[in-house]
């Protein structure tokens, strides 16, 4: 058996808010042509065909509810779309045996409410939350209250996805990024800047709990562990004001060391190099299988079997294929 632990849908009622709110078209052109984004019967055929070992865990695709609409708008897209989401898993539950709840992060306090709701009510097993809140730091006072209910009471993981908008240049002279760079090189830098604001802020000192699983495998951070891990140790070195070499004082380790705490995925495009450099960071119990589906050229079932592919090219002992594919998802979500 093998639980995807991170693809995306669109519930089509999800999908029509996405036609409707989107601000940005190039999203709405890649959303609307992916099929099996939101034709779950095409999805659930595509499975049962080529990959019957396969059940997938279910996040929803972007734009999350606060891309859509602000904060008095995005409770009720997050409700339609975790509505959606918890109707998949009850018409297919062999196939989706789970979901994971998206949340209006630019309106905490109806993010706690929705959190309540689609744990308690509709079964989810964990939330999704984006890099950044559309474009606010996750270490921003406002979210700890998301951050330390999913962790100290409901016992869940969160799903960070990565997201970083095409508008956003390379260079400050260009009105916008150039060859989709925004998106292959900037989504990795985003969920690197993520983690370091959540290790130096000391969310993960005050929240030891909390369990966040990265999108590709933890970004840039498990290459460039050693750089990381050198230049960080002298913080405040490069720093004007020096407030920044406080920082170190106020964490019980070294920064390093809560890099390690979040978790990986397998989601490298079936290249199995960097998925040993992820496992070899993060450790065989922290590293989960995930495909993706459907963004890869195939429009579905490429991601998945080459995600499996570069797992068996490593030639990992049996005991830790098992704890990849399945045994720390069923762990992390309680899937028994």
Known sequence: MKIDIYNHVLPRAYLDLVKQHSKEPGMVKRMTSIRMLWDMEHRVAMLREKFPDVQQVLTLGLPSPELLGDGAHSPEYARVANDGMAEMCRKWPKEFPAFVASLPMNNPKAALEEMDRAINQLGARGIQIITSVAGRPLDEADFFPVFERIANHHDRPVWMHPARPGSRADYPGEPTSKYEIWQVLGWPFETSVAMARIVFSGLLEKLPKLRIITHHCGGMIPYFAGRAETLWAQLGARSADGDEAEVLKRLSKPPIEYFKMFYGDTVLGGAAAPLACGIAFFG????????????????????????????????LPEGDKRKIYFGNAQRLLRLH
């Open 284 to 315: 065989v119990d922290k590293v989960v299988f995930a495909s993706d589906c459907p963004f890869d050229p195939e429009g579905g079932p490429m991601f998945i079997r080459e995600g499996i592919r570069s797992i068996e090219e490593l030639g």
